[in-house]
């Protein structure tokens, strides 16, 4: 076993090298970008600054260490995450950086060690950057990973395509991407189904069973998901899959409150409680709340002005005012998390699964111990979930991933799909870009 993070120097190293400046088109005429095919130059999402993503042209991945693999990326989502990099943690990129942690596709080259992997297998990508092999990974916190825990920033597992505080590394929003530890990283998946059966074992599947799993719902017991994007819509299916009594579904946007009592999830409309969501709640939860409450929202919670205010004057700052302030003092937007300790019952459990990021996060420490409340928390432990998710993935699909994808679009839509995620327009709930 490696000493727990000799390995990141090696990996990360390799990591970097694909956000070079671009070298000139290799075409015979020299201007025009080549038709994509591995080797050349390739398309991929790139962060340019607040709200700005573009589709650029940059130089393919390459093999860098023994055990990369190549993917060539066929499907790649996008996450209520990448809208935290698109509006808030502008300051920890760099213009250049790849964005896109949720990609599946086909094995396009692999080092000369991997032999878990070949040319043509059909994988999922974890959007932790996990060895497999460290203490962390043995016990199944692969978003703990000690070979590639980026220290120098103080935080957890790198990820693919999530600022500099996760390693920078390149994403898969892209044609291709470079994935290291090719005999432990990559999830292989069978042929025949569409990619839509397996894409959201890269994110949206462990990240939700994690949540479920977190919140402890004793059996037949309730739950309250706050949230209906995509991980809170997915926990709440989870929730009803694995026998939960009663799931309390909440957001502000007409079609995940629909889409999500289309699956048994009795829906509360926060625009329409802004001043009784808890005490309807405990209404429905025989007076006393619910047993478990699944905070999907996270940092950029809505119905928060104070924090709204404090992130967006932060968020305007130039960079190098704004890290510094960021680390020392930034505040999350906390609304959902105070209604999640407002209404869970006593003695129940919070599963926070939204991100939060602030350093400096107030938080009603008197009523957490007085309610005695169970709070759990962190990035998913993706591979720690595949064997629960993988016998899911049939054709009778009990969590419905067949149909979750609300949009499927070229890359090159990239910056649109963005723009309607965020404004949560055109019924985009979760967008798969095809390459
Ligand atoms: N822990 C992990 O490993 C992990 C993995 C993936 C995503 N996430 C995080 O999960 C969160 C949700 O991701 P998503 O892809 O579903 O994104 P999303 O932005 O589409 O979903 C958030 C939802 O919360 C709703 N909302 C906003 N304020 C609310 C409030 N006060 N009360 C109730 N609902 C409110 C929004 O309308 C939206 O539907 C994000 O913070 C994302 O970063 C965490
Ligand atoms: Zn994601
Ligand atoms: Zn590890």
Not at 62 to 85: A, K, M, Q, Y
Not at 345 to 370: A, E
Request: proline share 9%.
């Amino acid at each position: 076993m490696p000493e727990p993070g000799s390995g990141i120097t090696s990996v990360m190293a390799g990591l970097y090298p694909q956000r070079c400046p671009a070298t000139p088109p290799r075409t015979a005429g020299g201007c025009e970008p080549p038709p994509a095919g591995y080797g050349l130059r390739m398309q991929a999402v790139v962060w340019h600054g607040r709200r700005d993503v573009r589709v650029d042209s940059v130089p393919d991945p390459r093999i860098e260490e023994p055990t990369d693999v190549i993917v060539r990326v066929t499907s790649s989502g996008i996450c209520g995450s990448d809208l935290h990099l698109y509006e808030l943690l502008g300051p920890f990129l760099r213009e250049g950086d790849i964005l896109g942690h949720e990609p599946m596709g086909t094995v396009e080259e692999v080092g000369a060690e991997v032999t878990a992997v070949a040319p043509g297998d059909r994988v999922v990508v974890p959007f932790n950057v996990s060895c497999g092999t460290c203490f962390m990974c043995r016990q199944g916190l692969h978003s703990q990973c000690e070979t590639t825990q980026v220290r120098e920033q103080g935080s957890g597992a790198a990820l693919f395509g999530y600022t500099r505080l996760y390693g920078q590394v390149p994403g898969g929003q892209a044609q291709y991407l470079r994935v290291p530890f090719g005999n432990t990283l990559p999830i292989k998946v069978p042929d025949g189904p569409p990619d839509d059966r397996f894409v959201y074992l890269s994110d949206v599947l462990p990240t939700a069973w994690q949540a479920v799993r977190y919140a402890d719902i004793p059996p037949g017991g309730s739950l309250v998901v706050l949230g209906l994007g995509p991980i809170g819509e997915m926990s709440a299916r989870v929730a009803l899959h694995q026998g939960a009594g009663q799931v309390i579904g909440v957001d502000l946007v007409p079609e995940r409150l629909a889409r999500a009592a289309g699956r048994g999830v009795h829906v509360l409309d926060l625009r329409e409680h802004r001043h009784d969501l808890a005490d309807t709640v405990r209404e429905l939860t025989g007076g006393r709340g619910p047993d478990s409450v699944i905070d999907a929202v996270g940092m950029e919670s809505h119905g928060a002005p104070v924090g709204k205010l404090a992130q967006q004057s932060v968020s305007l700052l130039p960079d190098s005012v704004a890290e510094p302030l960021m680390r020392r003092v930034g505040v999350d937007r906390l609304h959902a998390l105070y209604l999640a300790i407002d209404i869970v019952r006593r003695g129940g459990t919070i599963s926070l699964v939204g991100v939060y990021g602030g350093m400096t996060d107030p938080l009603p420490m008197l009523k957490l111990f007085d309610k005695q409340i169970q709070l759990r928390m962190g990035q998913a432990n993706v591979h720690r979930w595949v064997p629960d998710l993988l016998p899911l993935l049939t054709d009778e699909d009990p969590l419905g991933v067949d149909g979750f994808a609300s949009h499927h679009l070229p890359l090159r839509e990239a910056p649109r799909a963005y723009d309607m995620f965020q404004h949560k327009r055109d019924g985009a709930v979760k967008i798969l870009l095809q390459p």
